[in-house]
């Protein structure tokens, strides 16, 4: 674990600068021709943001079946990463489990698709 005084400390606006919104996973596919395994997501950001697509390796823990209606949290204001040939618009957050697998960030409650994160 590393030491606070090894972390690079940044200040609000740093974060601020990301947008970081809740979606609901609408559509969960396999992604063969992605380099490590991946699923091809489409996620509701809601009215104003609309759906957005994502790459995420996060096979080891889940199944398309498990990822449908999950509501997750993804950073919104990335550039699309070309990923295979796919554009990849949101970046969804996990962290890793004990083995280093992906484990979604999840959310607490009735918060709707779309609202931000702060």
């Known amino acids: 674990?590393?030491?606070?005084?090894?972390?690079?400390?940044?200040?609000?606006?740093?974060?601020?600068?990301?947008?970081i919104r809740a979606g609901t996973i609408v559509s969960a596919e396999p992604f063969p021709q992605a380099r490590i395994p991946a699923y091809k997501l489409t996620l509701d950001f809601g009215a104003r943001l609309g759906t957005r697509r994502s790459s995420a390796r996060i096979v080891a823990n889940y199944t398309p079946e498990m990822l449908v209606g999950r509501r997750i949290l993804a950073v919104v204001n990335f550039a699309p990463k070309?990923?295979?040939?796919?554009?990849?618009?949101?970046?969804?957050?996990?962290?890793?489990?004990?083995?280093?697998?992906?484990?979604?960030?999840?959310?607490e409650g009735n918060v709707p698709d779309g609202a931000r994160l702060y």
């Open 82 to 107: 070309r990923i295979a040939g796919f554009a990849s618009e949101v970046l969804v957050l996990g962290a890793p489990d004990a083995r280093g697998n992906v484990v979604l960030a999840a959310l």
């Open 1 to 19: 674990m590393a030491d606070v005084s090894e972390l690079e400390i940044v200040d609000y606006a740093d974060f601020a600068k990301l947008d």
